[in-house]
């Protein structure tokens, strides 16, 4: 699913006004609708009040509209306009009137207004910004939006949290509303995805509001959220007459004294996404529990003791993974760099490889062209320096990837991979997967899929897919707190089953709910 700025969604709305004949007031019609059934498919007529906070643009107008349908419907309203500017939208205009030719007179609030009375159990559509907020709001508003929340009740935010930029940070975290539902136009917005503005949308939903297809095919964004539909046609099916040979000899190079776990973790992923071969690359003291743990992989071992210092090996890899567990030592350092010269084809850099590229800034011109880097948000740091806020972190991310001619994988929530100026963002996963080895087996899968001739940025895309649905269906049977990263290894076969299902018919659902 793409996700368009705001730039982009004005345009689609002017050209589908344009394009369909309407007008924006017939355009927001459509989109009032759309937030009244939402809301009238789950209220059945309950007797809630509903209080409106519609701001003098295009997402009050918004409000005003949807007061009027629940009006319509025998719902109990109160519409509140807050009243931050004297530029008065005319759609916004036109919905007023609307509003008194109904006798519904809403109160005018501003800066010196009494707050209105709101009960615990009532609901708040909130719709004083939408797309237009360009400045942070009036400290009067900026109170009104504390208020809103001190009430606890259920806030319904139109489009997108009031307060909340499109495009950049908030000046203070008081600044925005904190809504338990957003319902967006159309498509979802990137702030629904950020680590930083995650806490103002608890819940969201799109709202398809019929703009143009055409227009929004053809508008290339930078964002797209990548979900089972956008992530099958990756997929490359087995066929009958194949041999391991088909699928590729990675190598997984790391492992420390007592972190040989990590290289464990990794080569069972990489046997279990499906690579034919795997053979680990470890210091001398890994010999043992990698035999032990992964009988089906192979061991070459370096000629250090408990760190590894010279890779030196005579096997010709379909694909390598390194860094997980590897130390950071002076010897391992200088094998590193001297490994990088002789590799050429895209490989996976994580957690200590990476480490290594931050402390090394001369070894970052040595990574082969279309690598996955596998950061999370602390390694990321120490490899582009520090930022003002995610929108910054995804700019200079797209930077380094496209100086540097590699893929990075911005590890965690929504982990998003960054490919040029392109950004997919992965839309499963969960917070059980916060767990020591997690980022280890993640470096298995992407190493496994390239083995097996995936494309670096569709084995990178691919990779965080399965790692989050097979997170997924860990958390289904052991919950958040006992998921560790050997369950995602042992769900990702579950999770190739659950995406190569073929959907679910209508009746094929009734049945299943019935029996
Ligand atoms: N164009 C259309 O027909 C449609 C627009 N839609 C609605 O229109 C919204 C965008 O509407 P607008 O562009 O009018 O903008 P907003 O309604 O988001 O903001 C209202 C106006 O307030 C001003 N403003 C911005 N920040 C301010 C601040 N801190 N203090 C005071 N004034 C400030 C801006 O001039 C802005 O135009 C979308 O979020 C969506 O809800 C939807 O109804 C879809 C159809
Ligand atoms: N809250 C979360 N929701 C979804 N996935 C998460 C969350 N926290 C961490 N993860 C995933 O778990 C993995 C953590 O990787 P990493 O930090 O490298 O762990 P380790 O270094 O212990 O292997 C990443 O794939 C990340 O996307
Ligand atoms: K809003």
Redesign the pocket.
């Known amino acids: 699913m793409k996700i368009f700025d705001a730039k982009q969604i004005y345009a689609a709305d002017s050209f589908t006004i344009q394009k369909q004949q309407i007008t924006s007031d017939e355009l927001m019609e459509r989109a009032s609708l759309q937030l009244f059934h939402w809301l009238h498919q789950r209220m059945q007529g309950a007797p809630v009040k509903i209080h409106l906070f519609c701001g003098i643009g295009n997402?009050g107008g918004d409000g005003l509209a949807l007061a009027r349908h629940l009006q319509e419907h025998g719902y109990h309203i109160e519409v509140n306009i807050v009243n931050y500017s004297e530029k008065r939208s005319p759609d916004f205009l036109t919905n007023l009137d609307r509003l008194k030719a109904r006798k519904i007179w809403p109160n005018i609030l501003n800066g010196d207004s009494a707050f209105p009375s709101i009960g615990v159990d009532d609901i708040i559509v909130?719709?004083?910004?939408?797309i237009g907020l360009n400045r942070s709001p009036a400290p009067w508003v900026v109170d009104l939006m504390k208020n809103l929340k001190a009430t606890g009740a259920f806030i319904l935010?139109?489009?997108?949290?009031?307060g909340l930029f499109m495009d950049r940070g908030i000046e203070d975290p008081e600044f925005a509303v904190e809504a338990d539902f957003v319902l967006s136009f159309q498509a979802p917005k990137l702030v629904f995805f950020l680590p930083e503005t995650a806490r103002y949308i608890k819940q969201w939903d799109v709202l398809d509001i019929g703009l143009d297809p055409e227009f929004l095919e053809k508008t290339e964004t930078t964002y797209k959220l990548m979900g089972k539909a956008e992530v099958l046609p990756l997929y490359r099916p087995r066929q009958k007459f194949s041999h391991k040979g088909h699928y590729g000899h990675a190598l997984i190079l790391g492992g420390s004294y007592g972190k040989i776990g990590a290289v464990i973790l990794s080569t069972s992923a990489c046997l279990r996404v499906g690579a034919g071969l795997v053979t680990a690359y470890v210091p001398q003291c890994g010999l043992l529990p990698l035999q032990i743990a992964c009988p089906e992989a192979m061991v070459l071992t370096d000629k250090g003791e408990k760190y590894i210092s010279q890779i030196e090996f005579d096997l010709e890899p379909s694909a390598v993974g390194a860094g997980i567990g590897l130390g950071t030592e002076k010897e391992t350092v200088s094998a590193l760099s001297a490994f990088l010269d002789a590799q050429k084809s895209a490989m996976v850099l994580d957690a200590d490889a990476l480490n290594i590229l931050s402390q090394n800034r001369k070894l970052l011109d040595k990574i082969p062209e279309g690598s996955i880097l596998t950061p999370h948000p602390k390694e990321l740091e120490r490899l582009l320096g520090s930022w003002k806020d995610d929108f910054e972190k995804l700019q200079k991310t797209r930077e380094f990837s496209v100086n540097h001619r590699c893929i990075i994988v911005i590890k965690g929530a929504h982990t998003t991979i960054c490919a040029g100026e392109k950004c997919y963002i992965n839309n499963n996963g969960n917070p059980g997967m916060a767990t020591a080895g997690s980022g280890d087996v993640l470096t298995g899968f992407i190493t496994g899929l390239l083995s097996q001739g995936y494309e670096p940025l569709a084995a990178a895309i691919f990779g965080v897919f399965l790692h989050g649905m097979a997170g997924d269906l860990a958390a289904t049977e052991q919950g958040f707190e006992a998921l560790t990263a050997n369950s995602i290894i042992d769900f990702i076969g579950k999770a190739y089953i659950e995406l190569l299902r073929p959907p679910q018919t209508q009746e094929q659902q009734t049945e299943e709910t019935e029996a």
């Open positions: 997402n909130d719709a004083i910004f939408g935010s139109v489009d997108v949290p009031s």
